[in-house]
């Protein structure tokens, strides 16, 4: 099961995800949104909390409120983290997740730890925890079709993004040949009223070569 929170923080809200036990997690690991930001205490047991991220939004600009929404509740289920002050939340994108065979369920590494940053979280802010727990809703996930759905749709995107661009560049064409062509045919049009210089007679032409 995944538990889903929702963050007023910004607007349009955000959902925030977990799982509900580490087993979940193990599948939240495999099958996150490789956009979507996880986040975890640093040093101690928590939660494993992801970040749909809202599209448009960067990673490494997520909006302070939201930010601290997603550290509150992160501390929040850590069963030692939520009893200490002071503590240091971790967050990163999942593409940056790293599992090999030989950790433990639920345990992670970093593919590049240069892609991991760090927010401070003095102390468990209740309004807060209980804000997103209002909001908490319980459901089966079937991640395997969300996969395929998400690349489905990603893959759509795509594709549309380049048949605008191509005829957005088809229009841009068109429009740079219509003003050369309108170009040259000024030019022919004014050089049709330009005065012939005068003949010069067959005395001055000899001269002109003496």
Not at 119 to 125: T, W
Not at 163 to 187: C, F, M, V
Request: hydrophobic share 40%; charged share 30%.
């Amino acid at each position: 099961m995944v538990l889903f929170f929702t963050s007023t923080a910004v607007n349009p809200p955000a959902t925030i995800y977990m799982g509900k036990d580490k087993f979940e997690n193990e599948d939240l690991i495999k099958y996150a949104w490789p956009q979507d930001v996880w986040f975890h205490v640093d040093k101690l047991s928590s939660a494993h909390v992801y970040l749909r991220m809202p599209e448009g939004m960067a990673w490494e600009a997520i909006p302070e409120a939201l930010l601290i929404d997603c550290a509150q509740l992160v501390k929040a289920n850590s069963i030692e983290g939520n009893k200490k002050d002071n503590l240091t939340i971790i967050y990163t994108p999942a593409d940056n997740l790293k599992k090999t065979g030989d950790m433990a369920v639920g345990q992670v590494s970093f593919h590049n730890d240069k892609r991991v940053k760090r927010v401070h979280v003095p102390k468990r802010e209740n309004p807060i925890v209980n804000r997103l727990n209002k909001t908490k809703v319980e459901r089966e996930v079937d991640h395997e079709q969300e996969r395929i759905d998400r690349i489905k749709k990603e893959n759509a995107a795509k594709r549309a993004a380049a048949a605008a661009k191509k005829k957005a560049d088809a229009e841009l064409a068109k429009a740079r040949e219509a003003e050369k062509a309108a170009r040259s045919y000024d030019n022919l049009f004014s050089g049709e009223h330009e005065e012939e210089p005068p003949a010069q007679s067959v005395q001055e032409m000899m001269e002109d070569f003496m």
